[in-house]
């Protein structure tokens, strides 16, 4: 990661002058998007398919199962849907993807492995084009979407965020918005042989430990939930117990790795895994490895991970990418 301290940019003059109206978009188990009015979102979220068709826990990963083009086309759709009416002041549109996002191209995408290589941004652009919205389109990592939400709810839009999503994978994303690679989800937290349980097929990675997924591949006869009760019992189970320091301890490496390369600063926590947190055992841990004064100065919080802080963290990254 470079500068990752520096300015964000300020939005373009032709956002100054009128209404900026930025459309945010994100890839869940449905296309979430919704309109934002000078940064303030407008309504109710649209989804498609819409919220009125019910989806059971086996459509989860929905997406998963649709070719490129049918994404593209659900996005352009639901983008045009909450355009309607001013499709000539849409200035800017936001689309927040899991994976690794250079130049508007998919390079890496492990849970939506048929974008890999998808030039979307293009895609989306023509698309939207074709139904008359001229923005500006940017794609955005969706852990940065999240730190770039939380910065705006927040009202931190001046300052320096990084935010740990901790469900499936391991998600890492920081604010502002910056060109380079931070998957720090992929930190090495250990040098140990037999840890190859990440995604990704790297050895020693902080995801292969603290992922969902991978929780799962190493208690093969144990879920996550289990592993974690067993180890707060008034008599804990050693394996789990184990296993909890060794899931806190890892969080707490990448963390103060993140902390030694760029400075103390403020963190979130966030994702449907974050349940399994004991933040005093993180703190303990962050307090062994951290003992430079200067770097003692973070700060570390929980949030609920909510589909709509990442539509506007989509926009606001988008309106902010206009003129860069
Ligand atoms: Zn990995």
Known sequence: MNDAAATPKSPSPSAKSGK???IGVILAERVYAGLLVDHALQGKLHSSPPESIKMDADDDNSLVEMPTDSVIHAICELVTEMAKGHEGLIGAVGIALPGLIRQGVVEEAPNLPQLKGARVQELLTAGLVHRGIHAQVSIVNDADAMAAGLASLHGKLDSFIRVWTIGTGIGFGIYPFTEGVWENGHSVVT???????CGCGGRGHLEGIM?????RLRF???????????ANRAKPDPRCLDFKKLWHKSLAAATATSIHQH???RFFLTGYNVRFLDLNMLKDYLHQMIKMSPLQGYSLEIVNDEVTTRVVGAAVTAEQAVGR
């Open 191 to 197: 040098l140990d042989d037999k840890e190859n349980y």
């Open 211 to 215: 992922g969902h997924r991978a929780m």
């Open 20 to 22: 900026s109206m930025t």
């Open 220 to 230: 093969l006869d144990m879920e996550p939930e289990e592993v974690f009760e067993a």
């Open 263 to 265: 400075g103390a600063g």
